[in-house]
């Protein structure tokens, strides 16, 4: 604590630098503070199965249909309020939603999402460990709606054509990025910001942009 306060008088604050400084520190506190009260609430309520420490920040929305599973790992950190958001405005909470009995999310340990929409409509969804998940990603398992006959396609689309989302462990998904349904991403790659995933991509790589390529390969010498 001295160590901080020497460090901090280094740079003369004035009063309104310690006033502002105390404030954002104590209303970040507050935010998760609540925020990871009203989610312990809401997931013993939904039976949302958290395996150690989950804080967060903001309203979470959880929607999880009855005989589906959302399992959270240990020391996840979930985001929904800008104020506690490092890189981008949040445009909408996260949302942790299953559809059909057979949907299922599994979050690793040590992740961290912002404004993450994750949605299982009849098939698994897996985030590994250590990922981080930049503001406003969305994730799903599913189309939704139908591509023919187009008179039904809000009504009857078949979860035949839903499949499995994997994300590996520490993958870095960037700002907006959109992970479409049957995606791999392998361990440790990363996905530049607003970018639509469609195909699997390999460990250890950078992909980005629309359509996507990779643009470098990691761990490389
Ligand atoms: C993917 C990313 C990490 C790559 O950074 P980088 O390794 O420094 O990449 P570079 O700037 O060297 O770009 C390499 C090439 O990829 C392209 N590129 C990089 N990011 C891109 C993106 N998101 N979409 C499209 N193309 C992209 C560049 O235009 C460049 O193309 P070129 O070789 O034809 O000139 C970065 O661009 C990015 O998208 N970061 C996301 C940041 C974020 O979401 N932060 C939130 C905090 S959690």
Redesign the pocket.
Known sequence: MIGIIKKYLKYRPTIHDIICHIWIGFRTKISGFWGSIVFYIKAKFYGVECAGKVTCYGKILIRKYPFTKIIIGKNVSIISSSYRA???TIFAPTKLQTFTTTAEIEIGDNVSM?GTSIVSRSKKVTIGSGT?I??NVVIMDSDFHALWPPENRAYSPPIDTDKEVTIGNNV?L??QSIIMKGVTIGDNS??????VVTTDIPSNV?A???PLRI??HLGEK
């Open positions: 490092t890189a981008s912002n981080i930049a503001p870095w960037g700002m990363i996905i530049g910001a607003r970018t950078v980005a942009g629309n643009i470098k």
